[in-house]
């Protein structure tokens, strides 16, 4: 199986369109019959509450912005265009199988990428995901089957961050939230962040990486 560790970048998408792809990628992974890869994607407006007691109730005003319950760690945040997602599909048996070790990898691929901007992120011991500051620039929430990871990471590139004032964000007040945009005051390519990323996970897990193409996970079916 190859070496690669392969991202596909599916664009602007429905969430629960991927979030029903990645359940299934998982199955195909568990089972050998795909190798690891990395989904890519900017999702159309959406809360999720993951699996922290009363998450839903973080969610204040959700008005028609549609609301799933699903089965990452962590609590609620929002997800929509300008903001980029990733969706590690990994077996964690040929890397490290201490899910600390897999969160902390998270933050600190995203850690280094910010720095191309001069952003200088960091960590907060209470709460995983990335800071600038006393701000929250990337949300972290994973869960793992048989060892094969799903879920992943949010960084906000050029967020409309209105949105997070319709919940508190990981329980959290919704003024914690930033953005590249926000803090650099300029217009950041999606693209370009993905590059930079895509980048720091070879560097993190020692894999070569590629683009590949949507097309590949219908082959893979």
């Known amino acids: 199986m190859s070496h690669y560790l392969t991202f596909i970048n599916l664009g602007i998408t429905n969430y629960e369109e991927i979030l029903n792809l990645q359940r299934s990628l998982v199955d195909k992974r568990i089972e050998g019959s ?5 989904l890519v994607t900017e999702h159309r407006p959406v809360f999720t509450a993951g699996r922290k007691k009363d998450a839903l109730q973080n969610i204040l005003d959700p008005g028609e912005v549609p609301v799933f319950e699903i089965e990452r760690g962590g609590d609620v ?8 997602v990733i969706y590690p599909i990994i077996n964690l048996e040929n890397i490290n199988t201490h899910l600390d070790f897999y969160l902390r990898s998270l933050e600190d691929i995203t850690i280094r990428a910010l720095k191309n901007w001069g952003i200088k992120g960091h960590k907060v011991k209470e709460y995983t995901g990335v800071w600038v500051g006393e701000k929250k620039i990337a949300s972290i929430g994973i ?3 048989k060892w094969v990871t799903y879920h992943g990471l949010a960084l906000n590139v050029s967020t409309d961050m209105s949105f997070f004032r319709k919940i508190n964000p990981c329980g959290l007040n919704p003024a914690v939230m930033t953005s590249m945009k926000e803090i650099t005051t300029r217009d950041i390519p999606v693209s370009q962040v993905l590059y930079y990323m895509m980048k720091e996970f070879e560097t993190e897990f020692s894999r070569p990486v590629r683009l590949g193409d949507p097309e590949e996970l219908g082959k893979n079916g």
Do not use: E, F, K
Not at 34 to 38: F, P, Q, W
Not at 77 to 84: A, D, F, I, M
């Open 143 to 145: 869960s793992v089957r």
């Open 34 to 38: 795909i190798g690891d890869l990395v």
């Open 77 to 84: 945040t929002y997800h929509g265009p300008g903001q980029l």
